[in-house]
């Protein structure tokens, strides 16, 4: 199935976004691993913490995260502190995407993990125990989602856990955002150092977390207000700022024209005329939001300068590669440079006339490209309902701004 987007002369809209996946899936880790734990209120319903939860209570042997990167590092971790042998596997691409980090981290404070198919890769068969813990030095630039499956975890382990950061960090705000859930928890987890976190062995306590709206979600509604002659929209229960480190997005997005405002209803997003003549931005706190300022600043004609995307290869898919063959389709030449950059300077040729936007069964594709309709009425999206990754509703939100959904 595809789907062609008619957007409105003027957006108009109220929108309560997805609650976050990000601060779902560490909170139900936290809960599982709290002696009676209370269910966190207002928990994602999205394909990714939907396989989470199923996974905290399943029974099988076999547990099967589908696409779920978060899911696959997280529980990893967990599986290995929980008592009893489990298989946890995904799919021909989670299978792709390596995961021998994690594990060697997990190897080296007691963790019984083997590979069953290729070395470095899932699926991984586990078996649970008490561990004891102790100290680990890691690269800073691997992806947190590592650095949280093992933070998670530290309070359970008899030593706790001490980890030494090597290098530059990336994505430090998630590492922030793990250890500001796990002390409202009642663990005792801190930046020891700059490049130092200690978590002491001081397990959680039962606690009710309220999950916040989505700021990753947010950033579509951003790109919708860029590219359009006329907009208003208004998030409702969004706040600035916010755990999660996605919102630093609002004020990079400034420079693409979107003027905000925090109100007792939530934020309002306002359309400007006032936007650079060509932007910078450093992903590496900020790599969900890539593909929306990647698409948003092209079709503004914004010259760019992307730096901070070592993570955007071994996501959902490859994002780099994927964004440079998109992009091309609507007629921009992006340059790619090493692992960590993307740039356009402007250098255009000839679009395609229909152009069929692939998804690469990712959610930050479908959902980065749909404002592009804006300026290429006839694009399609291929494969829409990849969104139900993060944000099943988002199609249906477009609608109630007044965006014409046609089948194709």
């Known amino acids: 199935?595809?789907?062609?987007?008619?957007?409105?002369?003027?957006?108009?809209?109220?929108?309560?976004?997805?609650?976050?996946?990000?601060?779902?899936?560490?909170?139900?880790?936290?809960y599982a691993l709290t002696q009676n734990g209370i269910l966190p209120n207002h928990l994602a319903v999205c394909d990714d913490t939907d396989v989470m939860k199923t996974a905290l209570v399943s029974t099988n042997e076999v547990i099967n995260i589908l696409a779920a990167g978060t899911s696959m590092r997280f529980l990893t971790a967990y599986l290995s502190v929980t008592t009893g042998t489990r298989i946890i596997t995904g799919t021909e691409r989670m299978q792709n995407r390596p995961i021998h980090i994690l594990v060697d981290a997990l190897r080296k404070i007691g963790a019984d993990i083997q590979y069953t198919d290729k070395k470095g890769f899932p699926p991984l068969r586990i078996v649970g125990k008490k561990l004891e813990g102790s100290k680990l030095s890691l690269d800073g630039s691997i992806s947190s989602q590592f650095i949280t499956a093992l933070l998670l975890i530290a309070p359970?382990?008899?030593?706790?856990?001490?980890?030494?950061?090597?290098?530059?960090?990336?994505?430090?705000?998630?590492?922030?955002?793990?250890?500001?859930?796990?002390?409202?928890?009642?663990?005792?987890?801190?930046?020891?150092?700059?490049?130092?976190?200690?978590?002491?062995?001081?397990?959680?306590?039962?606690?009710?977390?309220?999950?916040?709206?989505?700021?990753?979600?947010a950033s579509y509604w951003f790109s919708i207000v860029a590219l359009s002659d006329k907009a208003e929209i208004l998030l409702t229960d969004m706040v600035i700022p916010s755990l999660q480190g996605d919102f630093k997005g609002a004020k990079e997005f400034e420079k693409l024209g979107v003027r905000y405002k925090q109100t007792p209803e939530g934020?309002?997003?306002?359309?400007?005329?006032?936007?650079?003549?060509?932007?910078?931005?450093?992903?590496?706190?900020?790599?969900?939001?890539?593909?929306?300022?990647?698409v948003a600043a092209t079709l503004l004609n914004v010259p760019f300068k992307?730096?901070?995307?070592?993570?955007?290869?071994?996501?959902?898919t490859d994002r780099i590669d994927a964004l440079v063959q998109e992009m091309k389709k609507l007629g921009y030449i992006l340059v790619e440079k090493g692992n960590k950059e993307l740039s356009w300077k402007g250098e255009r040729c000839l679009a395609e006339q229909q152009p069929i936007i692939e998804t690469y069964d990712d959610h930050r594709m479908a959902m980065a490209f749909a404002p592009a309709a804006i300026v290429f009425p006839h694009l399609l999206i291929n494969e829409p309902d990849v969104v139900t990754k993060s944000y099943p509703n988002y199609w249906e939100d477009l609608t109630k701004a007044g965006v014409n959904l046609l089948k194709k």
Not at 22 to 29: D, F, P, T, V, Y
Not at 306 to 316: A, N, S, V
């Open 156 to 217: 359970t382990l008899e030593k706790g856990l001490q980890i030494e950061l090597k290098g530059h960090i990336a994505s430090k705000p998630y590492i922030d955002m793990t250890l500001a859930l796990m002390n409202q928890c009642g663990a005792k987890a801190y930046w020891h150092m700059s490049n130092s976190i200690q978590v002491e062995p001081q397990p959680y306590k039962p606690t009710t977390l309220n999950i916040e709206p989505d700021w990753s979600a």
């Open 1 to 30: 199935m595809r789907y062609q987007l008619q957007f409105p002369p003027e957006i108009k809209g109220k929108i309560t976004l997805p609650t976050s996946k990000s601060i779902s899936n560490r909170a139900l880790i936290i």
């Open 267 to 294: 934020l309002h997003l306002f359309k400007t005329n006032q936007i650079s003549s060509a932007i910078e931005i450093d992903f590496t706190e900020i790599p969900d939001l890539a593909q929306t300022f990647v």
């Open 306 to 316: 992307f730096t901070g995307l070592d993570t955007l290869r071994i996501k959902e």
